[in-house]
């Protein structure tokens, strides 16, 4: 079986609207999140330091991840500033670094065994090619319990050492950080997987778009 997905840039209406949707049906489980509109269009979206990877499969909307850029001096543009300001601010002494979260990261599950594993991969694998291309010096992330041990294995991120309810979730989360540009040779030896090439980084820094096939 091929993999036949497509990493892109939302930049158009069509590939917002399914960005949105994506994320919809991704927390409709999740009774805080309102049947997963919470979690869909927020007016943050709109930033223009803000950027939404879209994975297509086959052609078809499959799956998705945020990217909210700042510096040292901006750092409150982040999504998870207002929870961990202390943290970041000790994380990001420079007022010149740059920094790049990950969040919103929703992945359609339905279809063939395998295939969200593979739409996961190709959306990190888009994201890399962002913080490398663009040499952001730090990447952070607010995440849930569960999802601790794969970014802190597969990405060599470190996480906080307390983690903090969520008021609205209930749940428990950690802050990860990591250098993942400066990293990037270590990543390649233990997730080759994850890091894009140099011919993957050179299409993704022409046309924002990075094809497995």
């Known amino acids: ?23 919809r049906i991704a927390y409709a489980r999740h009774p805080w999140s309102e049947q997963g509109r919470k979690m869909a269009y927020q007016s943050l979206d709109d930033a223009p330091w803000v950027r ?27 999504e ?3 929870t961990w300001e202390e943290e970041l601010r000790a994380a990001v002494p420079d007022a010149q670094a740059t920094v790049l979260e990950f969040n919103r990261f929703a992945v359609h599950d339905e279809g063939a065994a395998g295939v969200p594993v593979v739409v996961q ?32 294995r597969q990405l060599r991120m470190t996480a906080s050492v307390h983690g903090k309810h969520g008021r609205i979730t209930g749940e428990t989360y950690h802050l990860v950080t990591g250098r993942l540009a400066e990293g990037a040779a270590a990543l390649q030896a233990s997730s080759p997987w994850l890091v894009p090439d140099a ?13 497995l096939g």
Request: proline share 2%; net charge negative.
């Open 1 to 23: 079986m091929t993999h036949d997905v497509t990493v892109r840039t939302a930049r158009s209406a069509q590939d917002r609207d399914a960005v949105f949707e994506l994320r």
């Open 52 to 78: 939404s990877l879209l994975a297509l499969h086959h052609g078809r909307p499959a799956g998705t991840l945020r990217l909210i850029a700042s510096t040292g001096a901006t750092l409150d543009r982040l």
């Open 80 to 82: 998870c500033f207002e």
């Open 121 to 152: 991969a190709a959306l990190l694998k888009a994201a890399l090619a962002v913080v490398i291309s663009e040499k952001m010096d730090l990447c952070v992330a607010e995440i849930t319990q569960p999802h601790l041990r794969f970014y802190q």
């Open 199 to 211: 011919g993957e980084l050179a299409t993704w820094e022409k046309t924002s778009e990075l094809v």
